[in-house]
């Protein structure tokens, strides 16, 4: 059982406090109680994101976010019982009370199952020619190049080792022989790696058509080869199995600042005067997760990328396409100024 007192908030500290409690605490999940130490609610990453999908501010008092009636048990059941009733709801974690409703504990799945190990791929796309990073990718595949001491594609590896995941497979195309030479099979991460060449450019989607058709009948994760980034992707694993649709992908909100002044014109006459606006939007992260019945649509021939995929999906009325917001440190490697950045936040990735 976890220290529940580091996970602990009141219903009116922020989102902000949440996220930063949530991300420290390492167990998934915050609890909300009253001065008292009495439950009212709790926090997950699930509420999190919907949270930042429906425009919550970061200044916004949890008390609008959290789960008021969160499955609990009282003190007493064994790990044997807890894991039972928690395997049965399908949950990853559960506050203990007492019998006057005081949070007495928070039990996790992590805690209860030792070392778990998921089945599910992991597809990285590291084909591209990288021509934006010139003269840096000259002689160097991008997904090569380091940060800190370590390549980017190396740094992603790692991530997704530490939270179990270690079927992978590589899509190469440019300076391949340099990406397999530098992995090999994954044996000395205690992995296992394929690859799949791409004979011409396939785009982002295009080469998930290229693996195996005997592949696990599980959703399999797909990741840029050059992004840098904190999120949990066992969350997000957990994320797209909790909500029932075909695919997730991974949003990031981006703010466009216009340099002018912004006239609203109504009937020829001048109605407003905004100064600078600032517009925010949700962008592609570069991250999904696909049921594997959505890969057998692509035939590894023709060039496509994500998100004419995915809407060409949508139009035949696929079960629909989840929104994992990031709020997360993540940094797209694509120009010599974002390398830059990512050198510089290395130490976020250290060991």
């Known amino acids: 059982m976890i220290s529940w007192k580091k996970i602990l908030i009141k219903p009116d500290d922020t989102l902000e406090l949440a996220i930063k409690v949530l991300h420290e605490g390492g167990s998934r999940i915050t609890i909300v109680a009253d001065k008292n130490n009495k439950l009212l609610g ?15 501010t970061m200044d916004s008092e949890i008390s609008l976010v959290m789960n008021k009636n969160p499955v609990k048990v009282i003190e007493g059941f064994s790990k044997k019982d807890l894991l039972q009733i928690m395997s049965s709801k399908g949950l990853i974690n559960m506050p203990i009370i007492d019998k006057n409703g005081i949070i007495c504990g928070v039990e996790t799945i ?20 990288g021509k934006r990073l010139h003269p840096l990718t000259i002689e160097t595949p991008k997904p090569l190049l380091k940060i800190g001491r370590s390549p980017i594609i190396e740094t992603i590896i790692e991530q ?11 899509s190469t195309h440019y300076k391949s022989e340099q990406i397999r030479e530098f992995f090999k099979d994954g044996s000395q991460y205690g992995i296992n790696i394929y690859y799949v060449h791409e004979n011409e450019p396939l785009g982002t989607a295009g080469s ?9 009948d599980l959703p399999i994760i797909v990741m840029n080869g050059d992004l840098l980034t904190k999120v949990n992707f066992k969350n997000l694993l957990d994320f797209h199995n909790a909500n029932d649709a075909d695919a997730t992908m991974c949003i990031r909100e981006y703010e466009s600042q216009v340099p002018y002044g912004v006239v609203d014109i109504h009937e020829g006459k001048i109605k407003q005067i905004t100064e600078k606006p600032i517009h925010k939007f949700f962008v592609n992260a570069g991250i999904y997760v696909l ?12 060039y ?5 995929f995915l809407q060409t999906e949508l139009k035949n009325k696929a079960k629909g396409i989840n929104a994992f917001p990031i709020h997360e440190y ?15 936040d290395a130490s976020l990735f250290s060991k």
């Open 304 to 308: 496509v990328d994500m998100p004419e």
């Open 291 to 302: 049921n594997k019945n959505l890969i057998s649509n692509i035939d590894g021939k023709t």
């Open 42 to 56: 709790t926090v997950t990453d699930g509420d999190i994101r919907r949270a930042l999908i429906n425009k919550l």
């Open 160 to 170: 997704f080792i530490e939270y179990g995941f270690h079927e992978f497979y590589i």
């Open 330 to 344: 993540w940094l797209d490697i694509g120009r010599t100024e974002e390398y830059n950045k990512a050198k510089q």
């Open 208 to 216: 998930l058509g290229l693996l195996p058709k005997q592949l696990t």
């Open 110 to 129: 992590e805690h209860l199952v030792a070392n778990p190990v998921l089945k599910n791929p992991v597809f990285l796309l590291a084909g591209g020619f």
